[in-house]
């Protein structure tokens, strides 16, 4: 709703300067005279984007959910309920949050239109849960099915986080290591083996000249790699590199199963989220589809989307070699025929979230081994390389 600057006069003849939120011009100056306060001059002020951009971590978005729907099942109306939800909030985010959509909501804006004005907050698809629990007053299901939702996936985000710790951490050190030793260690055995005359093996030459590249071209390096990323990430930008960058890592042994588990359990998420708000199915699958973070898996659910505004179920709709996993089409088959698509999207979502969780528990399992070896094979070459050298060395003094 657009806010408006005030220069009005009340009936005392005192000027007042106020700021308000409004459908339009026209309805704020009924609803100052109504007042009694006479508009000298209105204007429009601009959407606070700093404010727009406000986030709410999981936990206290979820917390702050669930004390609304609280309040709404006891029989407190949605304006009184936000009012004292705002007060009570500690200073910060979720009060300024509050405060903002309590001000539209009791101006006569419904809350899902207030709720959209923070979209990183509310984006489309929460806002039309919310729009559909207003319009079949059923407002408190509607949070209550938000803020599980909301959980599921902080807790699928959670799970990926925490399998890249160790990577991160592993690679963070071996470059750190590396680093060390390229820009330290290496130089001092160079000139060792430079006022030694040692005609030294391709290894060690290779070893030398990449620690005066670190030593001496660092910026340029960094450079490169800075632009590097720059255009990977304009390229990555293009459907049709997203779409082969996606295909390729399906295909990865184990990773994609985690990747295909993962997008699965998003889009079933987020697709029984919006059909048991009543959200028309067609409108769920685009949602849905959108939402799954692979664009291969997208594609083929916007395929079938099309196929089932024809008239087809949503498993046979499918295409024959799609990228989900197995269990999709019997689990979705069996919910269509029985009128229970939600309950089948969430044993979908429940079993694909618990299967990526065990996969990615099997995946660092394998991985630390295979990070460790690599590890030691880069020390042990940069070992070799400062050996080889030296053991030439000596076997020239045996030999004499």
């Given at each position: 709703m ?6 009005a ?28 306060l ?17 986030v ?5 978005f ?9 309040q ?22 979720m ?21 959209r ?34 959980g ?9 986080r ?7 951490v ?7 290591l ?23 093996p391709?290894v ?10 670190v ?16 255009v990977a ?30 997008a ?17 199915l067609?409108?769920a ?37 799609h ?9 979705l ?6 009128g229970?698509?939600g ?5 979908i979502e ?9 996969q990615?528990a099997?995946?660092?399992a ?5 990070l460790l070896?690599?590890?030691?094979g ?7 390389s400062?050996?080889l050298?030296?053991f ?9």
């Amino acid at each position: 709703m657009p806010a408006f600057a005030i220069n009005a006069i009340d009936r005392a003849g005192v000027r007042r300067f106020l700021r308000e939120d409004a459908p339009s011009e026209a309805t704020l100056r009924v609803h100052l005279r109504a007042q009694s306060l006479w508009p000298v001059r209105i204007r429009e002020v601009p959407a606070d984007r700093k404010l727009a951009r406000l986030v709410l971590p999981a936990t206290e978005f979820i917390g702050l959910l669930h004390q609304l729907e609280l309040q709404l099942r006891a029989g407190v109306n949605a304006d009184t309920a936000l009012g004292q939800l705002a007060a009570d909030a500690p200073p910060g985010a979720m009060r300024l949050m509050l405060e903002k959509i309590h001000r539209e909501v009791a101006q006569g804006t419904p809350i899902h239109v207030a709720c959209r004005f923070f979209q990183r907050q509310f984006p489309p698809h929460l806002a039309a849960v919310v729009s559909a629990g207003e319009a079949s007053a059923q407002l408190p299901a509607a949070i209550r099915a938000l803020a599980a939702h909301v959980g599921n996936n902080a807790e699928l985000r959670r799970t990926a986080r925490r399998a890249l710790i160790y990577p991160v951490v592993v690679l963070i050190a071996t470059t750190a290591l590396v680093g060390f030793l390229l820009a330290g260690v290496v130089p001092q055995f160079a000139a060792i083996f430079s006022s030694l005359h040692l005609t030294l093996p391709a290894v060690t030459v290779a070893l030398i000249a990449a620690s005066d590249l670190v030593r001496h071209g660092w910026p340029v390096v960094v450079a490169l790699l800075i632009g590097a990323v720059g255009v990977a990430g304009a390229v990555a930008r293009s459907p049709r590199v997203r779409h082969t960058r996606d295909a390729v890592l399906l295909r990865l042994p184990l990773l994609g199963d985690v990747i295909r588990h993962l997008a699965t359990a998003r889009f079933a998420a987020h697709c029984r989220l919006l059909h048991e708000a009543g959200i028309p199915l067609l409108e769920a699958l685009k949602t849905g589809a959108e939402l799954t973070g692979n664009a291969v898996m997208a594609r083929q659910l916007l395929a079938a989307r099309e196929r089932v505004a024809e008239g087809q179920p949503l498993y046979a709709a499918l295409p024959k070699k799609h990228a989900f996993p197995g269990f999709i089409v019997p689990a979705l088959k069996s919910g269509e025929t029985t009128g229970q698509l939600g309950a089948a999207l969430r044993h979908i979502e429940d079993y694909a979230a618990s299967r990526a969780r065990e996969q990615l528990a099997t995946a660092l399992a394998l991985l630390e081994p295979a990070l460790l070896a690599t590890l030691t094979g880069i020390v042990g070459l940069i070992a070799l390389s400062f050996f080889l050298p030296l053991f030439s060395l000596l076997g020239g003094v045996n030999a004499r």
